[in-house]
């Protein structure tokens, strides 16, 4: 009856709706934790739940993660006194800002406006790591002449992205 009431529980009182068999799974991973934890006297690994359930490492981690309460984005997590930090700060990609967006976005515009030798000299030059010698022998033009065609699209590249 207790286990039918804890089932009944972890069904009801989940702010997310998770599948039966998932919520059974979880009901099993915390009852062999459990025993696991009173056996050993320590908290046992996911893989020790895993080997004791016969079930595959990911689906025991899924299970868990199933069965636990939500945190808001904006739930503090940390505080200093005065001011706090949230989950969002900590998780928030500096890295893919909407400036980011914006500037990669006005690099592809002034790629596209770049001829097909020049597009192949930067690609060689930048994305390849040759040197301008390497390019140039590549390409089947001199040194000088991938200096100046590296010099001129770069210009034109900057060019076209401040008139963006």
Not at 32 to 49: N, Q, Y
Not at 106 to 129: N, Q, S
Request: net charge neutral; hydrophobic share 40%.
């Amino acid at each position: 009856m207790i286990a039918g009431e804890l089932r009944r529980f972890l069904r009801d009182h989940s702010a997310l709706r998770v599948s039966r068999s998932m919520r059974d799974t979880a009901y099993r991973v915390l009852q062999a934790k459990e025993k696991l934890t009173v056996r050993d006297g320590r908290e046992p690994s996911i893989e020790e739940i895993a080997k004791e359930l016969g079930l595959p490492r990911q689906e025991v981690v899924f299970a868990m993660d199933a069965v636990c309460e939500p945190v808001s984005l904006y739930e503090p997590v940390f505080n200093d006194g005065g001011e706090s930090s949230t989950v969002m700060d900590q998780i928030g990609d500096t890295r893919n800002t909407d400036e980011h967006w914006l500037e990669q976005i006005a690099l592809e515009e002034a790629m596209r406006r770049l001829t097909p030798r020049e597009k192949r000299i930067l690609a060689l030059r930048f994305y390849d790591g040759r040197t301008q010698m390497e390019v140039a022998r590549a390409v089947g033009i001199s040194q000088a002449q991938v200096s100046r065609l590296e010099k001129n699209a770069i210009s034109q590249i900057k060019k076209n992205i401040t008139a963006s």
